[in-house]
């Protein structure tokens, strides 16, 4: 118990926003959790106590909703009446499962919730069910921020969200729980308000919220994009025609979303130069020139040195053997997820 306490103290000083179980002793780990928990759940265990029970719970508070990202053990769970009268919480909680399963109840409707799905839960209401060993991402919305959408929240209580936005939905919510930097305030009212239009617009669907949720659409295509551009980037058939294919985004909607970076085979050409400049940046790196660039997509090894050399000032060659590690004077675009919300109107 003196460990548990200790941690305690810890988690409220250092770690106000996480949790982990990993510090302590086996034997203690479900104890602790469950305590933790108490005011919204009633956990019970699915396997011995004494063989330990391995949370990290990492939560952050974005003024209006809160993000919790959960990686944790199988277990039992159980949102009483007790628990509705003892904290006289009635926030949604938007659930999106990354790995295990979800077996719940609520008012009699049955949910199995698999990877990739997307639920509503309310705390207004009892639930109970089951956790595999799972990863989740929770979002806990306020009654009192999201009102005007209660009516649509509370309909799919329990229930799967199908809509045509629900993958941008789900994207956002993978891509905000992996910010791992202390957010400014301008950040987090960035990710509060494209949040919650976007939720907006997925609960009603009405055009009116939809128009009003284009920034935010916009920034969230944009990065499935630069991501599957960054993941694909050494396949030489990687083009606006592949892209659109494969993602089932119009060739129109991709030179929109490019336009301000020159379209797409140009921020295709600039991606696989900037792969190349920070894999010879790399000193641990010890592929040859040609095969970065092979990696990367190119396939004019001449070609690729001329291109380097205009956009870096050296050829590769001239970069491998003179070891040039810094990277003073060199920038690359600021298009990370929070950069692209900041910037978006």
């Not at 030179?255 to 020159?262: A, I, P, S, V, W």
Request: aromatic letters at 10%; proline letters at 2%; charged letters at 25%.
């Amino acid at each position: 118990m003196k460990q548990i306490a200790r941690c305690e103290r810890k988690m409220q000083s250092e770690y106000k926003n996480n949790i982990s179980t990993q510090d302590l002793e086996k034997r203690d780990q479900f104890d602790f959790f469950s305590q933790t928990v108490t005011n919204f759940y009633s956990l019970s265990p699915v396997k011995p106590i004494e063989d330990g029970y391995e949370v990290n719970v990492k939560a952050m508070d974005f003024r209006g909703f809160s993000l919790v990202h959960w990686n944790m053990d199988p277990v039992d769970f159980h949102h009483t009446k007790n628990h509705l009268a003892l904290n006289g919480l009635d926030h949604w909680i938007l659930t999106l499962v990354l790995k295990g399963r979800i077996d719940s109840v609520s008012g009699g409707d049955f949910v199995q919730e698999k990877q990739g799905d997307l639920t509503v839960k309310s705390f207004g209401k009892t639930f109970s069910g089951v956790m595999r060993k799972n990863e989740l991402i929770s979002f806990y919305l306020s009654r009192n921020e999201f009102q005007d959408i209660a009516a649509g929240l509370d309909a799919l209580t329990n229930k799967k969200i199908c809509s045509t936005l629900t993958p941008l939905v789900t994207y956002f919510m993978k891509s905000t729980a992996k910010i791992d930097e202390n957010l400014t305030s301008s950040q987090i009212e960035a990710v509060r308000k494209s949040f919650s239009i976007l939720i907006r617009a997925a609960i009603q669907e009405t055009p009116d919220l939809v128009s009003e949720a284009d920034p935010a659409i916009n920034v969230l295509k944009f990065n499935i994009v630069k991501d599957f551009i960054k993941n694909n980037i050494g396949n030489r058939g990687l083009n606006t025609e592949f892209i659109s294919t494969t993602l089932k985004i119009s060739k129109r909607s991709l030179q929109y979303l490019f336009k301000e970076r020159g379209g797409v085979s140009a921020y295709i050409k600039s991606s696989r130069l900037e792969y190349c400049y920070r894999a010879l940046m790399d000193s641990s790196d010890k592929r040859l020139v040609s095969t970065i660039a092979n990696d990367a997509g190119f396939t004019s090894p001449a070609l690729f040195s001329r291109q380097f050399k205009e956009i870096y000032g050296f050829t590769p060659t001239e970069m491998r053997n003179e070891k040039i590690t810094s990277s003073s004077g060199i920038t690359f675009s600021g298009d990370s997820f929070l950069d692209l919300l900041l910037r978006s109107k």
